[in-house]
């Protein structure tokens, strides 16, 4: 399965990427491409919806470790929003969801 990524502003100070599909190895390099330079204007939210992300591996979790740095850096925001509650699992063992915002809204899973 392909990786589709849709980008709008919500508002002047925020951004919404909507992720559809599964982020793995062979996604992932899309995902960053169109993730990190949203990252680099300060000032800016970033909220990324993976309700429509049925999977997801370590590859994707380092483009969410690799947008916070920048972040970091670049004085922005990253919250990621309506996670299936396998993909949540994913950032609680790896113990990213103490380092990245994610919304407490949890979409159910299979």
């Given at each position: 399965?392909?990786?589709?990524?849709?980008?709008?502003?919500?508002?002047?100070?925020?951004?919404?990427?909507?992720?559809?599909?599964?982020?793995?190895?062979?996604?992932?390099?899309k995902?960053?491409?169109?993730?990190?330079?949203?990252?680099?204007?300060?000032?800016?939210?970033?909220?990324?919806?993976?309700?429509?992300?049925?999977?997801?591996?370590?590859?994707?979790?380092?483009?969410?470790?690799?947008?916070?740095?920048?972040?970091?850096?670049?004085?922005?925001?990253?919250?990621?929003?309506?996670?299936?509650?396998?993909?949540?699992?994913?950032?609680e063992?790896?113990?990213?969801?103490?380092?990245?915002?994610?919304?407490?809204?949890?979409?159910?899973?299979?």
């Amino acid at each position: 399965m392909n990786l589709e990524v849709e980008v709008a502003e919500k508002n002047k100070t925020t951004v919404l990427v909507l992720l559809t599909g599964e982020v793995d190895a062979y996604t992932a390099p899309k995902l960053k491409e169109n993730l990190l330079p949203l990252t680099k204007k300060e000032g800016t939210l970033i909220e990324v919806n993976l309700e429509n992300v049925s999977y997801m591996d370590s590859t994707g979790l380092g483009v969410f470790i690799s947008a916070l740095k920048s972040t970091k850096a670049n004085n922005s925001q990253l919250k990621l929003m309506n996670l299936e509650d396998r993909i949540l699992r994913l950032f609680e063992i790896t113990g990213l969801d103490s380092i990245i915002t994610i919304d407490s809204t949890v979409r159910g899973g299979n």
